[in-house]
């Protein structure tokens, strides 16, 4: 097939559209010498703290600019309207609308969640053990069934509402859940009596969502943040108490730090991970122990990271000590955890990242990557002796799933690619058996065979060969013209998986190329590929990028100017990068809660993420070179009069992480700067925050809008947009 022109591409109304302009009310400050100018600081709220627990606390002309800027750009992509009703029809074809997970086994019971059709949230269930396999009943209307928990129903009549955790109790009576009602990320924690199917009197506001039971299931763990909206406080709660006068587990005094919560897989400790990106400590508190007190596996030291597991009498402890800087695996008393008697299990195999670990009873399992690509392994305790899962294919991804027991013998892992739907397997870990128990599937039909998946290597520009993936039609004809959506993040050492996603298929269907660019600042191809891509390195991550279009374009993927670059959160922020650097490689850029304002917000530390962010980006607070190298890059502050391809950015009001004013100013800037192109377009979802709709349909509108967005950008564009 061939892709010029794009099915779908809606030609434009003859009419110019009335184009925002954000008032200048200038803000001068000095830092390190050097005067900042912002013309449009006005534009972040002063009680910023007060709208992300009450959007209608919006001051008003920020929300008149806000309305007016979603006005334009609905304007603008209103010809894309019947596209993106078909475009929302065909993703949601692809989703089983009464669809379930593959039930876990815990004690007498298999629990799992599952789809009403037409819900939008899921039911939290769970039905006896009949002695089947998991998969061998079908969990809708299952006689035996108990919906613990409705979480379509406890969103009726809600503008947001996002379920957290769910956790039930060892005892198996009640279940502990959360919810986010404002898209702030402040969860309430409730207690339910699964029997009664009502809810106890305990409330707990102001969480992270995440509950740990104690092992006698009067008691739980959870996370309050603070006033500055951090996680920074652990707290033990016992039912039928005040909160107020729960147990402090741990106050965390560095604003610079995280607190997270999970526990063991055994069972018997609560982890309090104190952490920021290359920097952590863990205390664990015995669950069985009612009155336990934390108790520090190893204190923190700058550039140590660690990560625990249990095992009879020991730790196993995921690290990159002594310099390891893809980690290894050591083991160590539990009754004397520290770090000088840690003994290597796992000897550190640089270009071997360690991903992750988990110990069942008898053995350890860890997930790795090596060239890319990743595999499970299962190491027998007792003898060593090791067997690994992995597939042979240019690109895949692999999920490892614990589930709820210690003492098994089996092993569950999900497995896809780009073009086969996930599987989800259990493992049997004696005789090396998969069985197969789920395939994703997709009610509108999809072939694996209609698709290719491809891994091809883009030269950067100090000679690194970045990895990337790819998806088109199998009947595509690879002469340059076809369109692109090119996806990139880069940071945090978060690698982005070669997984199958549904919503791509809309574009891959009309003859775009799907590509993923796995640039440094993720750990895609080991620990080494992440430092290269941060702090002092970081324009490594932004000309990575540029190198893979410019190789898909080289390679007859597509062409320069058919591009259209994708990404969220610190992935916006290499949006704005890449739309500074190489506008003209472009046809459109797609920034969805773009990190743009990336110099103003590091050198804020009243905002929830900024100290945290220090050992990722550097502190320009205290630090003028950190200063120098981040106003070199930060895509507010370089922007210039030039022309640059047309952008739609999408911003939340409530997001707590990367606030609605970055996506705002960086609008307001762009139009007020350059000297041609466009249009540029923002729209704000006024009613969520960093994940946009939690809705599992509502949230395709949002991507269909993207969509469309890409589709025109690539077709008939705008030309009677209005002057940007």
């Not at 069985?288 to 990271?305: C, F, I, K, L, M």
């Not at 350059?674 to 006024?686: A, C, E, F, K, Q």
Request: aromatic residues 8%; negative net charge.
């Amino acid at each position: 097939m061939r892709s010029h022109p794009v099915p779908g591409a809606a030609t434009p109304r003859r009419r110019k559209t009335a184009v925002p302009r954000a008032e200048i009310r200038t803000k001068r400050t000095v830092v390190h010498g050097t005067e900042l100018s912002d013309d449009y600081d006005w534009l972040r709220a002063s009680n910023w703290k007060e709208v992300l627990r009450d959007p209608a606390a919006l001051p008003a002309d920020i929300r008149a600019y806000l309305d007016a800027e979603n006005a334009y750009c609905k304007a603008l992509l209103a010809p894309t309207r019947a596209l993106q009703r078909s475009l929302v029809k065909e993703m949601r074809g692809r989703i089983k609308e009464d669809d379930s997970s593959v039930p876990q086994p815990d004690g007498p019971f298999l629990y799992y969640s599952r789809y009403r059709k037409g819900g939008e949230h899921p039911l939290i269930c769970r039905r006896p053990k009949t002695g089947a396999p998991a998969s061998s009943e079908k969990n809708t209307g299952n006689s035996r069934e108990q919906i613990m928990l409705d979480a379509d129903a406890l969103s009726d009549g809600k503008d947001f509402f996002d379920l957290g955790d769910t956790a039930h109790s060892p005892d198996h009576r009640l279940l502990g859940w959360s919810a986010d009602e404002a898209g702030s990320e402040l969860h309430m924690i409730r207690v339910r009596d699964i029997a009664s199917g009502e809810d106890l009197p305990d409330a707990i506001p102001d969480t992270t969502g995440d509950i740990v039971w104690a092992a006698d299931s009067r008691a739980f763990a959870y996370v309050r943040l603070d006033a500055d909206h951090r996680p920074s406080r652990v707290f033990r709660h016992r039912l039928g108490h005040d909160p107020s006068q729960d147990t402090l587990l741990h106050d965390e005094s560095d604003a610079g730090m995280f607190v997270d919560i999970d526990e063991t897989q055994s069972g018997r400790f609560l982890l309090i991970s104190i952490s920021d990106h290359e920097t952590s400590e863990i205390r664990l508190v015995d669950l069985s122990e009612p009155e336990a007190r934390p108790v520090t596996v190893a204190p923190r030291a700058v550039g140590r990271q660690y990560d625990v597991e249990h095992h009879g009498d020991d730790l196993l402890i995921l690290t990159n000590a002594d310099g390891a800087e893809d980690f290894k695996i050591v083991t160590v008393p539990a009754a004397d955890p520290s770090p000088a008697g840690w003994r290597d299990l796992i000897p550190h195999k640089p270009g071997r990242l360690i991903l992750s670990h988990v110990c069942l009873k008898g053995r350890l399992i860890r997930l790795e990557r090596e060239d890319g690509l990743p595999r499970i392994v299962i190491r027998d305790l007792a003898t060593g002796a090791e067997s690994s899962i992995a597939f042979d294919e240019e690109a895949y991804g692999l999920g490892l799933d614990a589930g709820y027991e210690f003492e098994t013998d089996r092993l569950r892992f999900i497995y896809a690619s780009m073009a086969r739907p996930a599987e989800t397997y259990d493992y049997d870990m004696v005789t090396g058996a998969r069985v197969l128990l789920k395939r994703q599937e997709v009610p509108s039909g999809h072939d694996p065979a209609a698709y290719r998946v491809r891994r091809i290597f883009a030269t950067a520009k100090d000679g690194e060969q970045v990895p990337v993936s790819l998806l088109h039609r199998a009947d595509l004809v690879l002469d340059g013209s076809a369109p692109c959506l090119l996806y990139g993040y880069g940071s945090y050492g978060s690698a982005m998986s070669a997984s199958f996603r549904i919503r791509p298929l809309s574009l891959v269907d009309r003859g775009f190329v799907y590509a993923i660019a796995h640039v440094r600042g993720g750990t895609d191809k080991g620990r080494r590929w992440y430092l290269d891509g941060k702090r002092e390195n970081k324009r490594n991550t932004f000309t990575d990028f540029i190198a893979a279009g410019e190789a898909l374009a080289d390679a007859g993927f597509t062409a320069r100017g058919r591009i259209v670059a994708e990404g969220g959160s610190a992935g916006g922020m290499l949006m704005g990068a890449v739309a500074n650097m190489a506008p003209e490689l472009f046809a459109g850029i797609i920034a969805e809660v773009p990190f743009v304002d990336v110099l103003n917000t590091i050198l804020d530390d009243t905002l929830p993420l900024t100290p945290p962010e220090w050992p990722e980006w550097g502190d320009p607070i205290r630090d003028i070179a950190a200063f120098e190298m981040i106003r070199s890059y930060s895509p507010y502050d370089n922007i210039t009069a030039q022309a640059y391809p047309p952008i739609l950015a999408m911003g939340g009001l409530t997001d707590p992480r990367v606030t609605y004013w970055e996506p705002a100013k960086w609008v307001a800037r762009l139009r007020a700067t350059m000297s041609g192109g466009g249009p540029i377009m923002l729209h704000t979802n006024m009613e969520a925050g960093h994940g946009g709709s939690a809705g599992r349909f509502d949230s395709l509108k949002e991507t269909a809008l993207a969509y469309a967005f890409a589709i025109q950008a690539v077709g008939e564009g705008w030309p009677e947009a209005g002057s940007d």
